[in-house]
Structures are given as structure tokens and as C-alpha cells.
């Protein structure tokens, strides 16, 4: 299933600045009926209408699964990015009426935990502020590690405290605090499972220590969410629909495939869930794939591509779509 | 190795050193052999943080080339059920780090991954190497009692006395193959028992 193809239609019923950083964006529905019930980590894709493009960004839903009066996001300002997280600061208005695709989840609690350790990093907070909110329904065993640059960019940090008190343990970069992260891995009891997201380093750290550390992988889950990266321009053949297109500098090529109006389907939009998969047709040239999806071994079969993160570089492309 | 039949049928695999701060060994009989296999894969000084809890069974040989392998603690026991205390007792103290080897007959490695399983470690994150006889536990559908050691097919329920054809279809949580009377439509018909999980 594509969410490309289930949408819902909502308002901005409120829009809140958070930090300098940050601000918070609630939606309700148009019709007034309640949003479909969600589960702690899952995430949303907000379409942007700006001017001829349209924008597709995921974001965490970061409210309690046990209201779906509303949902509500946090979007953090990347002055340096393609522009979704910009659009959403400068023109999103309470009142707005907005596309969002329904909730998806790709970094759900395994509920066969014994407990959950949750380390977070930056905005990376966004989806525990939904799962330790249905945990704490539960009465569900969980303990969040939360490291910010600095207490005011420290998203949430003194709600969590307020709410959750001693299971939330800050860490703040600039008074040089640090997770002791092999003495928390090793202290946790048999039946613990890990939940980290934020930066790519922050993720790539505590999952190879988790690994050296004897964690088997079922019990390690992380949340990568990439935005595509920018690169030269490049023509593409799409086989199926007969067309031809040029995939732009700071566009993706997913995005450019919406663009010339295929529907692909998609989930995450940053590499990991497997949707957008698209097999080549023929290809001259070098792939550039920055996908976590596909193995390497399909990666040098230049037989595959996933639209939403990787690009390409050479002469022709023809792609099945 | 048992050929994979129907989906819950169990699949072994064969022992190998994994990351991690300790390690638990359960086995049984030739289950032992699997342990010194993966030890000559080891690296230096991977037992020092191994605990094997072995039940020899009536032969009573391997314990000295357990032995060799200078775990930090070695528990031999005469039955399952006795070492079942001290599996658990460990599992209870035992913190995210601990990799758990079982290895041995079906019945060895089913029960201990139940015990495990209640601790809450993930079934497909323990390694498993099947060594010896292939005597299944059986649970009857009928009475709910489980014989164990049953090498033949049809085998007599040691409970309620059905004679039950043994099946593939196995429950992890009761770490038992799921025996169902062969003849109720007529009790007097009684196939030939052959001896085939020997």
C-alpha cells in the first residue's frame, strides 16, 4: 500500500514556537471527525504547496496515540536544507488547509520488551514524546536518554522531566555531559530493547557499541530519517509511463518522478523502508545510492534504485516506472 | 539436521562465538561436542566469561573436554529439571549482554529457550545446534500430558494411554511436538510402530 494514494485532509488548528529553533505544528481534520489512531514512532508526510512544487517532508507524530483529536508535529528550522522545514516556519499559518498522507509506522515498541531504553538526540526527541506517552499509559517500563546542544535547545526536555521526572536523564553538549553509553548498555536487564534516533553519528555510535556490546540486532531499532541529498542534474527515461524527465539539483529523483505526474508509491522518503524500490531498465553511468535499503551486493547490480535518496551520474537512465 | 517440514517445525543451526559480555552454554550429551566445536573458532579467552550447564546423561562423557575449555563456572547436572533452578536463577540476574548457546537434543534445547523465552530474550537471537538423538517431547492434544524421549511413530501418551501419531507442528511455548490420537474413528485398528526420532 502507498501512502501517495491515502491522505488526509486537515487544518492548522495551532502553531507554536518552541524554541529557536523549533515550532510546533497541530492538525485536525477538516471534517471534524477523528484522526486515524496512530501508535508511538510513527510519522506522517506533510505535503507543501509551494507556488509550482510541491514539497513532501516526513515528520514524527509527537502527540499521545491516545488523542487523535489532533496530531501534532515539531519541525526543526534547517537553514541549510532543501527548503521543506523553511516553507513550513515562514508559511504555515494557523488556519491552513494542508494534505497530510495517514500515519505510518517504521520504529514501532516491540511490546515483547521487558523495558525500553530510549536515546534520543536533538529533534530526534519527536518520536518518543509519542511512544513514551503510550508507555506511560501501559505502565510500561521505559527510561529515555536525551542529549541536546543546549538546555534552551533542549526540545520538550523540561516536559519530559515534569512528566516522566527520574526516567529522563538530560545531557547537555555544552557542559561537556555525555551518555556513558557502554556502562548504561551493559547495566540494562535481560529483555531490554534499545530505540535511538537522532543524527546519523548518534545512530551509527550507540549501534555499533550495542553490537560489540552483545545486543542482538532484533532488539536494537533506529529511526534515520535523510533528507535526500542535492547533486548534479540528471535525465531519466521512464519506461512504463514514456517519459522523459530531468531530475533537478535540490530535487530527488522520486520527487521529480511525482513532478512529471507518476504516482509512485513511497512510505519513509529517506531510504529505509523499501517502498519507491525501482528496477532499471538500462543504464550508462554510475549509481549513487545513499539508501539503507537495498544490500550492497544490489547496489553493485546497478539492477535497483530507491527514487526517494540516491542519484546518478552518467549519460542515460532508464528506469521502470 | 532435521529437514524443515512445516513452518513451526524447528531449524538448527550450528554454534558460533558471538559478541558479548557473557555467555551462557545449556546442553546435554553430545550436546558438548558443539561447545568444543565452537570453542576451536573462539577467540583467546572467550570462556572466561562462559557459564555451561551440562547434563551428561547416563554415559557421563565429555565433562573433561568441557572442562578443558576453563569456563568461569561449569554445573553438571543429572536431569534437565534439576538444572532448570539454576537456568532460570541466571537468566533472572542476567543483564542485556549475556548471548545464550544451547545445543543438544530437541527436548534440551526446547525447554531452555522456554526458560529463556520467560526472561524475554528472542527466540531467533539464541543459537541453536541440534547434537544426538532426535527424541521428541510430545505433547498429547487429547489429555495434555507431555512423555518425553518418544523415538517411535505412533507412540503411546504415557498420561491418558492414546496411541498418537506425532507430528511436526511444534509449540515453542510448551517446547513440545503435538501428538494426536492416529486411530479414534476405530481404537481396534493399530497401525505398525516404528522406531524413527531415534
Known amino acids: 500500500m502507498s501512502t501517495g494514494t491515502t491522505k488526509l485532509d486537515v487544518v492548522v488548528s495551532d502553531v507554536v514556537p518552541v524554541n529557536e529553533l523549533v515550532t510546533r505544528f497541530h492538525f485536525r481534520r477538516r471534517d471534524g471527525q477523528l484522526l486515524p489512531t496512530f501508535s508511538g514512532g510513527a510519522h506522517v508526510v506533510v505535503e507543501m504547496r509551494d507556488g509550482e512544487r ?21 519541525v526543526r528550522r534547517d537553514d541549510a536544507g532543501r527548503g521543506g522545514s523553511l516553507f513550513m516556519h515562514r508559511h504555515v499559518r494557523r488556519g491552513h488547509e494542508m494534505v497530510i498522507s495517514y500515519p505510518v509506522n517504521l520504529f514501532s515498541l516491540d511490546l515483547r520488551a521487558r523495558k525500553h531504553l530510549m536515546l534520543a538526540g536533538g529533534i530526534g526527541i519527536t518520536p518518543f514524546m509519542a511512544q513514551t506517552a503510550q508507555l506511560a499509559a501501559d505502565g510500561g517500563n521505559f527510561e529515555l536518554h536525551y542529549t541536546c546542544r543546549t538546555a534552551s535547545l533542549g526540545t520538550y526536555a523540561d516536559l519530559l522531566r515534569q512528566r516522566y521526572e527520574r526516567r529522563v536523564r538530560l545531557y547537555h553538549d555544552d557542559r561537556d555531559e555525555r551518555i556513558e553509553l557502554d556502562r548504561l548498555l551493559s547495566s540494562q536487564p535481560l529483555g531490554t530493547h534499545l530505540y535511538v534516533c537522532g543524527p546519523s553519528g548518534m545512530i551509527g555510535w550507540v ?31 521512464l519506461a512504463v509511463s514514456g517519459k522523459t524527465i530531468r531530475v533537478g539539483e535540490q530535487q530527488s529523483l522520486l520527487e521529480a518522478i511525482e513532478a512529471a505526474g507518476v504516482d509512485p508509491p513511497y512510505l519513509c522518503r529517506g531510504g529505509v523502508c523499501g517502498q519507491c524500490e525501482t528496477n532499471v531498465i538500462a543504464h550508462d553511468g554510475n549509481f549513487i545510492h545513499n539508501d539503507h535499503w537495498l544490500s550492497e551486493e544490489e547496489h553493485r547490480s546497478c539492477k535497483k534504485i530507491m527514487p526517494c535518496v540516491s542519484r546518478f551520474e552518467g549519460r542515460s537512465l532508464v528506469l521502470e516506472r | 539436521m532435521a529437514a524443515k517440514s512445516i513452518i513451526s517445525r524447528p531449524v538448527y543451526g550450528t554454534l558460533s562465538p558471538q559478541p558479548g559480555k557473557h555467555h551462557l552454554f545449556v546442553a546435554d550429551a ?13 577467540p583467546d579467552g572467550f570462556f572466561a566469561d562462559a557459564h555451561i550447564i551440562f547434563i551428561p546423561g547416563n554415559e557421563g ?29 541466571t537468566l533472572a540476574n ?10 543438544g537434543t530437541e527436548g534440551l534445547i526446547g525447554q531452555a529457550m522456554q526458560a529463556a523465552l520467560e526472561a524475554g530474550i528472542d527466540h531467533t537471537s539464541i543459537q541453536t545446534e541440534h547434537r544426538g538423538s532426535l527424541a521428541r517431547r510430545v505433547q498429547c492434544v487429547h489429555c495434555k500430558g507431555i512423555t518425553e524421549n518418544v523415538t517411535t511413530q505412533p507412540a503411546t501418551c504415557s498420561h491418558c494411554g492414546l496411541l498418537l501419531l506425532v507430528r511436526d507442528h511444534y509449540s515453542r511455548r510448551l517446547a513440545a511436538f503435538q501428538g494426536v490420537c492416529i486411530n479414534a474413528e476405530d481404537r481396534s485398528e493399530i497401525p505398525p510402530t516404528e522406531e524413527i526420532f531415534r
Not at chain 2, 542476567?94 to 545445543?103: D, I, Q, S
Request: aromatic share 8%.
Open chain 2, 30 to 42: 553430545e550436546g558438548a561436542l558443539a561447545i568444543t566445536d565452537l570453542a576451536a573458532k573462539a
Open chain 2, 61 to 89: 562423557q565429555h565433562v573433561a573436554a568441557l572442562e578443558a575449555l576453563k569456563p568461569a563456572q561449569l554445573y553438571q547436572g543429572p536431569t534437565f529439571a534439576s538444572a532448570l533452578p539454576r537456568l532460570k536463577q
Open chain 2, 94 to 103: 542476567a543483564h542485556m549482554g549475556l548471548r545464550l548457546y544451547l545445543a
Open chain 1, 54 to 74: 510541491t514539497r513532501l517532508n516526513p515528520y514524527s507524530l509527537m502527540g499521545s496515540p491516545l488523542d487523535t483529536r489532533e496530531y501534532t508535529i515539531s
Open chain 1, 207 to 237: 549501534c555499533d557499541r550495542a553490537a560489540a556490546l552483545g545486543w542482538p540486532a532484533e532488539t536494537v531499532h533506529f529511526e534515520h530519517f535523510a533528507a535526500p541529498q542535492p547533486g548534479a542534474p540528471f535525465d531519466v527515461t
